[in-house]
């Protein structure tokens, strides 16, 4: 498995294009799997469900089964955040895991910029990031461009710098 992030500032476009991103990758006959950072307080059960009211009670996993899909939920409680590289061993094996958010973290990334948003560049200041996907060339440097736009173009460079997962568990 071959490991590539995705990092910008919130309201880049990360999301946007990774749901463009995938169908793309797919149509090339890869495989993808994603590991997306939330903030901490996201949840991804319903107050009331049946799950819900196991972990209220103290269940340490509750893991939710049907015929078309499973999640397995872990209440970290007073443990710490796992790091990117716990998570990335609890996937199955696919061609390749695109890294949403996680942006401290030492993984080849491809940085999504929106010069809309006002917010400073992150290349110069992250020697993990390898390419730059924005809706504007980035002023100064050398590092490889692609527009927002062009979803093959990124795939390409998502491709070229995509590195062997194992260096991160």
């Known amino acids: 498995m071959r490991v590539i992030g995705l990092a910008g500032w919130s309201g880049a476009g990360k999301t946007t294009l990774l749901t463009r991103l995938i169908p793309c990758l797919n149509a090339r006959g ?7 950072h ?3 307080e996201f949840d991804v059960d319903r107050p009331g ?5 196991h972990r209220e009670a ?3 996993q509750v893991l ?22 716990f998570l990335l061993s609890r996937l ?11 942006k401290r ?15 400073p560049w992150l290349h110069p200041y992250d020697p993990a990031i390898r390419a730059v996907a ?11 461009f692609v527009s927002l736009d062009d979803t093959a173009g990124v795939a390409d460079l998502v491709l070229r710098h995509a590195v062997d997962i194992e260096a991160f568990r």
């Open 105 to 119: 973290d030492r993984h080849p990334k491809i940085e999504v910029h929106r010069a809309a948003n006002g917010k």
């Open 38 to 40: 939330a903030h901490h």
């Open 134 to 144: 924005a809706d504007a060339p980035p002023q100064g440097g050398d590092i490889p």
């Open 49 to 53: 469900k049946d799950s819900w009211l």
């Open 58 to 60: 103290g269940a340490e």
């Open 30 to 36: 890869i495989g993808v799997s994603t590991v997306k």
């Open 92 to 102: 199955s094996p696919v061609d390749l895991v695109v890294v949403e958010g996680f």
């Open 64 to 85: 939710v089964a049907s015929a078309r899909r499973w999640a397995l939920m872990t209440e970290l409680r007073a443990a710490p955040e796992p790091g990117l590289g």
